[in-house]
Antibody, heavy 124, light 110 residues
Framework: QEHLTQSGAEVKKPGASVKVSCKAS????????FNWVRQAPGQGLEWMGW????????DSTQNFRGRVTMTWDTSTRTAYMELNNLRSDDTAVYYC?????????????????WGQGTTVIVSS | IVMTQSPLPLTVTPGEPASISCRAS???????????LDWYLQKPGQSPQLLIY???RRASGVPDRFSGSGSGTDFTLKISRVEAEDVGVYYC?????????FGQGTKVEI
């Protein structure tokens, strides 16, 4: 079965960095965009950004620009999301999710395969 | 693009139909003729799962009691006959522009 496996929970202090990994199963087609979505406790979903595994093109929302790095490692079939200068309001579950198919411009069909989520707690 | 869902809480009866509305602050119709609107369901304690993409296309494995409709700025998710396993929070998301944006989520309870 196609799946994405994320790294384990993290506890960080304010100002620190966290790097979350998202490994694709061997049978998962990996030439579509990989997205990162987060969910603060009791809140809704927030799209953070994405990476194109073919071109390494990446983009993120204004909220995270300058603080987040999203990458794809072809050799290990793994997407990474690194968030720097952590704040308490970065406490959330972070999900990776693969886009269903190729995009037209930057418009894409749905995100069909999701990781299990990685809990990041930021606390002093 | 701001996405607005209604209702936010929804109590449903098994076997009865249910529907959720989603309105976008601008049209999600691309020049390719497709509406870039997705629906997701997040069941309690689980990751979100894709139900509908491109406004009306059911994702693989999604029961046919789920259907999506609409165009431009107004979209609807319908469940023809609710089952107990359909509880959770439903989100619409626009996939036309960057950044992607989600609706607030509709919590569906039996």
């Amino acid at each position: 079965q196609e799946h994405l496996t994320q790294s384990g929970a993290e506890v960080k202090k304010p100002g620190a960095s966290v790097k979350v990994s998202c490994k694709a199963s061997e049978n998962l087609f990996t030439r579509y965009y990989f997205n990162w979505v987060r969910q603060a406790p009791g809140q809704g979903l927030e799209w953070m950004g994405w990476v194109n595994p073919n071109t390494d093109y990446t983009d993120s929302t204004q909220n995270f620009r300058g603080r987040v790095t999203m990458t794809w490692d072809t050799s290990t079939r793994t997407a990474y999301m690194e968030l720097n200068n952590l704040r308490s309001d970065d406490t959330a579950v972070y999900y990776c999710a693969r886009t269903l198919a190729y995009c037209t411009d930057l418009s894409c069909p749905g995100m069909d395969v999701w990781g299990q989520g990685t809990t990041v707690i930021v606390s002093s | 693009i701001v996405m607005t869902q209604s209702p936010l809480p929804l109590t449903v009866t098994p076997g009865e139909p249910a529907s959720i509305s989603c309105r976008a602050s601008q049209s999600l119709l691309h020049s390719d003729g497709l509406n870039y609107l997705d629906w997701y369901l997040q069941k309690p304690g689980q990751s979100p799962q894709l139900l509908i993409y491109l406004g009306s296309r059911r994702a693989s494995g999604v029961p046919d009691r789920f259907s999506g409709s609409g165009s431009g700025t107004d979209f609807t998710l319908k469940i023809s006959r609710v089952e107990a396993e359909d509880v959770g929070v439903y989100y619409c998301m626009q996939a036309l522009q960057i950044p992607r944006t989600f609706g607030q989520g509709t919590k569906v309870e039996i």
